[in-house]
């Protein structure tokens, strides 16, 4: 996999976790565990975007 198709693959996760994170928190019955690891998820995804966008600079 190319880094650009990674680099897309991951923002379309970090959007799907975005998302599913909005219904959660507007949600009554989601504990607030549930809540706390999908912002974990999501924080670890934009990291490793980061990070790859970080190495993709300094490659070039």
Do not use: F
Not at 10 to 30: F, W
Not at 50 to 59: D, G, H, I, R
């Amino acid at each position: 996999m190319s880094l650009a198709n990674h680099l897309e693959e991951l923002q379309r996760k970090h959007g799907d976790i975005d998302r599913e994170l909005d219904l959660a928190m507007n949600h009554p019955s989601v504990d607030d565990l549930e809540i706390a690891s999908l912002k974990r998820r999501k924080l670890a995804i934009k990291d490793e975007i980061e990070k790859l966008k970080a190495s993709a600079n300094t490659t070039h």
